[in-house]
């Protein structure tokens, strides 16, 4: 078989240097970049820590001397969600997002054989969220990143609809990924909310769709969620069984069965585990998977693609999984990359 074309389509970026956004904004609660040694930096919320970060986090060089040694032909970037900021004033959001992307868009024009960009958006305004999509569009982003929910709407809130049809419109993939987790305020020790919290926020998004009948609104949605899905793959059977025996409750916006969505959209490969990943797979199909490491964290896959890699199954079906499929959800035509 020729060589693989492997593809991550879970990466984060950040620029080097933004606005001092509290002075921007004239008021807090935004994340600030201080770097203190030579590549290195704390992200500060506002004076309080939050995460530290590498030069892999904003360096393009760093990044592609990391793919290269990974094997890694193309990254899909996105921003950190704490960058989100949906509890903002919206023309702030608008304004931030309008940084972020311009900085992803900057980056893939510069390596567009090496990265591929996804927006973020003020979601909380569905009209200007609308307005930086299709701008998102225009300057060369594939799609847009979105949380797991939006303040006090969940993924099923027709006041998104009008992204939804755009995204539909513009052929625009969407990535979900986890973020303002349910209960954090509960269990603050031992990182339970990333690692309790963020599965159940990724189930949480899934069931709003499904249940809200999102996919049967917007039929051609290419939707992928974060983190193999969250603990859906491993619930499915206990939400099938509560839209059986009290339609009452759950079928109310949508009278079809939850496991005939498991091939309507893709997850990404971010299990962690064998045994998970083959679970995942046989439970969704070959089709669903796309490989992706959260990159650069240290809650991901740090040699992305190594748990596809070492399953045994077929070099076509390690093709999908380790870019083919992901390449089908941007809507991208694999030759286009491929030298």
Same mark, same amino acid.
């Given at each position: ?17 933004? +606005? ?8 807090? /609660? ?12 704390? !992200? ?42 949906? =509890? ?51 300057? /060369? ?11 006090? =709407? ?25 973020? $303002? ?9 031992? =990182?339970? %909310?990333?690692?309790?919290? !963020? ?13 809200? /009948? ?22 499915? /059977? ?16 949508? %009278? ?27 439970? !969704? ?12 964290? %240290?809650?991901? $896959? ?6 596809? $890699?070492?399953?045994?199954?077929? +070099? ?11 390449? $089908? ?11």
């Amino acid at each position: 078989m020729d060589k693989v074309f492997k593809v991550d389509s879970h990466t984060h970026i950040l620029p080097e240097k933004w +606005p001092d956004l509290r002075q921007r904004y004239g008021y807090g /609660g935004f994340v600030r970049l201080e770097h203190y040694r030579p590549g290195g930096a704390r !992200m500060m919320l506002d004076n309080k820590f939050f995460r530290e970060v590498q030069d892999n986090s904003w360096d393009p060089k760093r990044r592609i001397e990391e793919c290269d040694r990974h094997h890694v032909d193309v990254q899909v970037l996105c921003t950190v969600p704490i960058m989100f900021s949906y =509890w903002a004033k919206p023309k702030h959001t608008h304004d931030l997002s309008q940084i972020l992307n311009d900085h992803i868009a900057q980056v893939v024009h510069d390596y567009p054989d090496r990265f591929i960009g996804l927006g973020t958006l003020p979601m909380q305004a569905p009209k200007l969220a609308v307005k930086e999509l299709e701008r998102c569009m225009d300057i /060369g982003m594939r799609g847009i990143q979105i949380g797991s929910h939006i303040n006090d =709407w969940n993924l099923n809130s027709p006041k998104l609809f009008p992204v939804y049809q755009a995204a539909e419109a513009v052929g625009a993939a969407i990535l979900v990924h986890p973020w $303002e987790m349910m209960g954090q305020e509960q269990m603050s020790r031992y =990182w339970l %909310p990333w690692l309790v919290g !963020m599965p159940a926020e990724t189930t949480r998004a899934i069931c709003s769709m499904i249940f809200g /009948g999102v996919f049967e609104k917007f039929p051609n949605l290419r939707v992928a969620f974060a983190h193999g899905g969250g603990s859906l793959p491993a619930t499915i /059977g206990r939400i099938e069984h509560g839209f059986k025996v009290r339609p009452d409750l759950c079928a109310v916006d949508n %009278p079809i069965n939850p496991r005939q969505y498991l091939n309507k959209f893709y997850v990404d490969s971010l299990v962690f585990d064998r045994h998970n990943l083959k679970f995942l797979i046989d439970l !969704m199909g070959i089709d669903q998977i796309v490989m992706g490491s959260d990159y650069p964290f %240290p809650l991901g $896959e740090s040699e992305p693609g190594t748990l596809v $890699e070492s399953l045994d199954i077929s +070099p076509q079906d390690k093709q999908k999984l380790l870019g083919g499929n992901t390449m $089908e959800w941007l809507g991208i035509k694999t030759k286009t990359f491929v030298k």
